[in-house]
């Protein structure tokens, strides 16, 4: 890719499905022709079967799967298939071209069972030589190009007297020809081995000829822009080659490439959507993507994968056919001798649950912008586009379910009349303009959205992360999952524990004792959930018990022993059951015991009693929340925060009955996914999400409710994984840490403006998968540790310290180190929490005996200076300089500045009269 423009699909894939998944029990013979024998359309997809002069041509529906053989098939004509193509207007119009000299034309029923009984809506004869190829104009509704020998004739298929004849200079056998994507010119490839462009409305047709590859075999041509062409062929060696062209000038060639020596023709396929490039090769087992970028690179090699049986055909699926959830941003249809494969081109996510505007631009569309007559008589247009988002997308296929029912009307029928238009769609549509979503003004986008301010000196600005020594690292940690469903951070640790998923089927998580350092065992000891793993969290009051939250909806909860675990086990306590869907997130109350909150995709939040197993509240959806993705309790623990997969934030006094929804605010941008907490004194929400775009944020939200205009809120990155928060309530530092990053982000938060500071940030030497924060209690405040984490690399756990620097560090940092509350003890058990109780946790001094804090320090007397610093001539202007410097010069020469005409006396005015 171009190392200076970092592309979208850089790291696409190609997947080949399993084998129930396609297409089998095909028996595939292909033609010795110029065609690629199969084709796809959006409802159809059809290809050669049987013996190569059968001329049979089977017809699938789109997304058809399992073992079809060949029986159903479309008896075409008496000889062998050359080429077909479908109409792009219309879905189930069909051209096919035979070694009889004819050119056929088919409407396609719905019932594909009663293929062998329909009859051709049109046959067009009369030409001399075999038509070798079908491509249909982009623009024109019913315009054809069929070459035939050396040759191209156009034909409009609604007028069968039409017929133009375009004859190709000079050339020899026509073995490829494309339409540029404006339906303008016609690019072709002959055995001449010349590459030609004709202008059909003009009087000299041929616009440009030039000899394109050194040798006769077969060769393809493919538009890549309205400028721009490849051609694949043969060498002088025999070698395959890509030649990439410029039209305006085809003097010289732009790209060339050497692909192999194997015999079968390139095959190029290209998206104009996403300017991916797609080679095949028959014969071949192979699959090349490319893309083609702007400036001297031309095409860059993206990757490359391996098929799962060699090629006889390939075609590209129209993109209004793609699985977008999925982030399918193409797809080939494979033709093997038994088989046809659908073959999805994928770009990575981590989920898979939504539209990704970022990957799907705007598509063409199947509506009609042109005819054929205003087309030969000189007007151009542009294809009408369409969204592809499932929700958005206009197609005639849509319109016709919308519009008309089934009814007899649509049966199949005898052949029309030639006096009747051919290329009109069997149900009746109605002109219907595009749907085009209009995304709104930039000052309304930004109207709602207050941007962070930054003019706030920090004490925190310059804190430093460490990493602690070799020694206190746990390492050799192997088969650690990275991919967990949801938002979980995927790494908890307690003063004693670490809790790290693992890829082992059965949803283990692994139980590290955090003073056994050093080389990890490779079987570690797990719990074995037997359910893949959501979420999971340490008890804050009980070191030894672990919730685990599970995609069947359970929660389990784990008591390890004291001295931990020896051998794994799958022998939990209990487990809670009263989620109905996906368990999203858990998080423990910060003052009760035993008092767990769960919340799901089934948008139901329950607390639970874990002492005794009891479901103690359970809050059910009124309609408008959602999916919840997570959740997080106040600091007071009286309420719980809840956003959606929408980005809507809602809070709930969780005692107060009934329990009531408090709408705090909405994320601006939307959201696919996300994390909260509380922060301030529980006076502000703040929120870490991705939005619609695919850009990480940080949105900052007043936790009374107050309207989006204040929202503070503002883009971080385009990276993939979600910036997981981590708050220190002392020092009001928040920390961002996003899986597979190198650089841990820290901002300091104020309730005053401006909200947001920023600080430091702490990169790391490889990337990490996820941070953990320990209680402040563990700090070491005599190093002006102010917070301490645990970081999960790809095969290790290290600590990592995070200080400030300061001078007088033998003094307390007091200003640095409030009061904090009490680690590891309740204020109150659950049934005195569910009662109504409200005690809040003390707070403690983290100042060790022996020090004195640093306001209790004596200040410093500021001494005189025996010289002053300060030079008058620093401050002087280049006018006084100047001045300076003529006086001086004036006086070491000792000039007389006095003129001789000063002493003179001057003439009155009276006397000037006279």
């Known amino acids: 890719m171009n190392r200076f423009k970092t592309s979208k699909y850089r790291n696409s894939v190609a997947k080949c499905p399993k084998k129930e998944n396609s297409i089998t029990d095909l028996s595939v013979e292909t033609p010795q022709s110029f065609g690629n024998h199969v084709k796809s359309a959006l409802k159809y997809t059809a290809c050669n079967i049987g013996t190569a002069g059968s001329g049979k041509l089977a017809v699938f529906n789109t997304g058809d799967t399992g073992r079809k053989g060949n029986s159903q098939f479309l008896p075409a004509h008496g000889a062998s298939l050359t080429d077909f193509e479908f109409s792009p207007f219309y879905h189930d119009k069909l051209l096919t071209a035979s070694d009889d000299c004819t050119v056929k034309l088919w409407s396609v029923p719905d019932n594909l069972d009663s293929l062998k009984d329909i009859s051709p809506v049109e046959v067009i004869k009369d030409f001399e030589r075999r038509p070798e190829l079908i491509v249909h104009n982009p623009i024109a509704e019913s315009l054809t190009a069929i070459a035939s020998g050396t040759s191209i004739y156009l034909h409009n298929l609604n007028k069968v007297e039409f017929r133009q004849e375009l004859d190709v200079a000079g050339s020899d056998l026509i073995q490829s020809t494309a339409w540029s994507h404006d339906g303008k010119m016609l690019a072709c490839t002959t055995k001449s081995k010349k590459l030609t462009l004709l202008d059909p409305r003009s009087t000299d047709h041929v616009v440009g000829q030039l000899s394109a590859h050194d040798n006769h075999k077969d060769s393809r041509v493919v538009w890549l822009s309205s400028s721009k062409l490849l051609t694949t062929g043969f060498g002088r060696s025999r070698a395959q080659e890509l030649k990439g062209w410029d039209a305006r000038n085809l003097k010289s060639c732009l790209y060339m490439k050497e692909m192999g020596t194997s015999t079968g023709v390139l095959m190029p396929f290209f998206d104009p959507d996403t300017n991916m490039l797609f080679i095949a090769g028959k014969g071949d087992s192979s699959l090349t993507i490319m893309e083609c970028v702007d400036g001297d690179d031309f095409i860059t090699e993206a990757s490359s994968a391996l098929l799962t049986d060699q090629t006889k055909g390939m075609c590209l699926a129209p993109k209004l056919s793609l699985d977008v959830i999925q982030c399918e941003v193409d797809r080939l249809y494979q033709l093997c001798k038994t088989q046809l494969v659908p073959v999805m081109v994928q770009v990575p996510r981590r989920v898979y649950r939504e539209f990704q505007p970022g990957l799907f631009p705007y598509t063409a569309s199947d509506e009609v912008v042109l005819s054929t007559d205003d087309w030969l008589g000189g007007k151009d247009a542009l294809r009408a586009t369409t969204s592809m988002d499932p929700s958005k997308r206009t197609t005639s296929i849509k319109k016709k379910v919308e519009e008309a029912a089934p009814t007899k009307e649509t049966a199949v029928k005898p052949p029309v009349a030639a006096t009747k238009p051919a290329m009109k769609p069997t149900l009746t549509r109605k002109p219907q303009p595009v749907e085009v979503a209009v995304a709104p003004a930039k000052e309304e986008r930004q109207r709602s959205v207050k941007k962070f301010q930054v003019g706030k000196t920090s004490k925190f600005r310059h804190l430093l992360g460490q990493v ?177 997969r929408e980005g809507s934030v809602v809070k709930y006094n969780i005692r107060t009955k009934p329990t009531k929804q408090i709408k705090v605010g909405n994320t601006p941008g939307g959201c696919k996914n996300a994390r909260l907490l509380w922060t301030l004194d529980d006076k ?98 005599r190093k002006v540790e102010f917070a301490r984490a645990w970081k999960l690399g790809k095969t290790s756990i290290e600590p990592v310290s995070f200080t400030v620097p300061r001078v007088k560090m033998e003094y307390f940092q007091d200003d640095l180190f409030p009061k904090t509350k009490k680690n590891g003890q309740a204020t109150m058990t659950a049934a005195q929490w569910l009662d109504g109780s409200d005690k809040q946790m003390d707070r403690i001094s983290l100042r060790p005996g022996d020090m004195k804090a640093l306001s209790e320090a004596p200040k410093e007397v500021t001494k005189e200076r025996k010289y002053d610093s300060y030079n008058a001539n620093t401050y002087k202007t280049d006018e006084e300089r100047r001045e300076e410097l003529v006086s001086a010069m004036s006086s070491k020469l000792n000039l007389d500045k006095k003129l001789e005409q000063d002493d003179m006396e001057g003439v009155d005015e009276d006397e000037w009269s006279d």
């Open 684 to 781: 502000f929400i703040v929120t870490s999400y991705i939005n619609k775009n695919g850009a990480r944020c940080l949105a900052m939200l007043h936790a009374s409710g107050r309207e989006n205009d204040d929202i503070e809120a503002t883009e971080i990155d385009d990276a993939v994984a979600l910036l997981m928060p981590h708050y220190d309530a002392d020092s009001n530092v928040l920390f961002l840490a996003g899986k597979g990053d190198h650089s841990l982000l820290s901002f300091e938060l104020a309730a005053a403006e401006p909200h947001v500071t920023y600080l430091t940030s702490y990169r790391a030497d490889q990337a990490y998968q996820a941070f953990s924060f320990q209680h402040k209690s563990v700090c070491d405040v």
């Open 468 to 644: 602690f020594h070799p020694s206190t690292h746990l390492t050799n940690i192997q088969r650690l999952s990275t991919t967990l469903m949801g938002s979980g951070n995927g790494f908890d640790v307690n003063e004693k524990r670490a809790a790290i998923p693992l890829t082992t089927a059965g949803g283990h998580v692994a139980i590290l004792e955090l003073s056994k350092t050093g080389r990890q065992p490779s079987s570690l000891t797990t719990v074995e959930n037997q359910a893949p793993v959501i979420d999971f969290s340490w008890n804050p009051f009980n070191n030894q018990q672990l919730a685990v939250a599970l995609d069947t909806g359970v929660i389990k909860i784990w008591q390890v022993p004291s001295t931990g675990l020896t051998s794994s086990t799958s022998n939990h306590q209990f487990a809670l059951e009263g989620h109905y869907s996906r368990v999203s997130c858990l998080a423990w109350h910060p003052l009760a015991s035993d008092v767990l909150a769960t919340a799901g995709f089934d948008s139901r939040v329950i607390v639970w009693d874990v002492s005794t197993g009891e479901q103690k509240i359970t809050i059910e959806d009124d309609g408008q929340q959602g999916e919840i993705v997570d959740m997080a309790w106040s600091s007071d623990g009286k309420a719980v925060a809840c956003i959606n």
